[in-house]
Structures are given as structure tokens and as C-alpha cells.
């Protein structure tokens, strides 16, 4: 390993730790997310579930938060009801064929969405066709719609009850930022749920 790669490594890391320290510091994005995870547990309290969706490394995250729902997180508790609708493949790419690819998370809303579910749509640039329709949809739908992008919101933080911005520019960094705060928000959840940390 030469030298300008430890450095690329030293630099990256520090990138992201200032991301995090930045989306501490932010009063907006933890009261936001704080609102996101009440928004989660009022769902679950009466019964409701939460869908997830996003493209490329966004869709990994939709998948990945909906498994520490699903699964558990810290605790060991009952499953709570989440659905990473990126994961249906056979569904996604019928409709993408059929239809359009800017429909493919939008149909399996209408399919799956009911009123006072959580739909949590992901896009780092927050401009993603298909995420602001399938979030535009579940509005209309009676679903409490959230959005996980990076600092300028893009289109997406006019159309959504919450907006999650991660102060930051870069996709990587953002995604990491995501899937931080999707962590924050699982624990937060299950807190809730089922009792502090002991």
C-alpha cells in the first residue's frame, strides 16, 4: 500500500465523520428524524406497515433498514411489518417492461399501500423519477410519505410530509448518512416499542 492510498483512506474517513458530525449539529435533520420515527411507531401502534424503495445503492439501504425491522435490531422482540419493494424483481421489471421504469415502485404502492402505512422513499439527489412517484402516490393514498436525500432535497422535499436532508453533496457520503439514520431511527422504534436500553 503506498502512501496517496493511505492518504485517499485518511481523507474518506474524514469526509464521512464530518458528514456525521454535521447531521448532529443539524437541529433540523434530528428533529426531523425524530418525527420520522414517531411517524414509524404511530404506524405500527395501530397496526400499519412500512414500505421502502429507492435505486442502485439506495435500494440496498431500503432493504437493509427493512431487515432490522423486520428482524431485530438490539432487541429481541416480535417482527414489525416492513417491505423493501425494490426487492420484487420479477414485479419490477414486469412493470418496468410493460409500463415504465418510472412506474415500477409506484404500482406496487397502489398494490401494498394503505392508509397510515409509512412509505420511506430513498435518492440521494432526491430527483429520482420513480421515488417522487411512487412518494406522490402514497400521498394521494393516505400514507405518511418520507424522504431520505441529501442537502438540496431535490423535488422531492416539496412533495413529502418529512424530508430527511443529509447535509452533504456527495452520493457516498450520503449514503452512508442514510444508513446511519436509519440505524437512529430503528433504535428509536424499538425503544418505543419495547422499552428503553437497559
Known amino acids: ?3 496517496s492510498s493511505i492518504h485517499l483512506i485518511q481523507t474518506r474517513l474524514a469526509e464521512s465523520a464530518g458528514v456525521k458530525e454535521a447531521m448532529r449539529r443539524d437541529d433540523e435533520f434530528t428533529s426531523t428524524l425524530a418525527s420520522i420515527a414517531v411517524a414509524v ?3 405500527y401502534r395501530t397496526g400499519n406497515k ?3 424503495f429507492g435505486n442502485g445503492g439506495s435500494a440496498a439501504d431500503a432493504q437493509h433498514i427493512a431487515a432490522e425491522l423486520v428482524g431485530r435490531f438490539y432487541k429481541d422482540r416480535r417482527p414489525l411489518a416492513a417491505v423493501a419493494l425494490n426487492t420484487n424483481t420479477s414485479s419490477m421489471s414486469a412493470v418496468a417492461n410493460d409500463y415504465s421504469f418510472a412506474e415500477v415502485f ?4 397502489k398494490a401494498l399501500g394503505h392508509p397510515g402505512d409509512v412509505a420511506i422513499g430513498i435518492s440521494t439527489s432526491g430527483n429520482s423519477e420513480n421515488v417522487i412517484r411512487a412518494l406522490d402516490t402514497a400521498r394521494a ?5 418520507v424522504a431520505f436525500t441529501g442537502s438540496s432535497g431535490g423535488r422531492l422535499k416539496e412533495g413529502v410530509d418529512y424530508c430527511l436532508r443529509v ?3 456527495d ?5 452512508e448518512g442514510h444508513i446511519t439514520a436509519g440505524h437512529i431511527m430503528c433504535e428509536l422504534v424499538e425503544n418505543a416499542l419495547f422499552g428503553e436500553a437497559a
Do not use: F, H, Y
Not at 452520493?171 to 449514503?175: C, D, L, P, S
Open 171 to 175: 452520493t457516498a457520503r450520503i449514503q
Open 50 to 52: 412500512v414500505l421502502l
Open 41 to 43: 411507531v404511530d404506524a
Open 1 to 3: 500500500m503506498n502512501d
Open 167 to 169: 447535509p452533504s453533496d
Open 141 to 145: 393514498q393516505g400514507l405518511v410519505t
Open 106 to 109: 409506484e404500482r406496487e404502492v
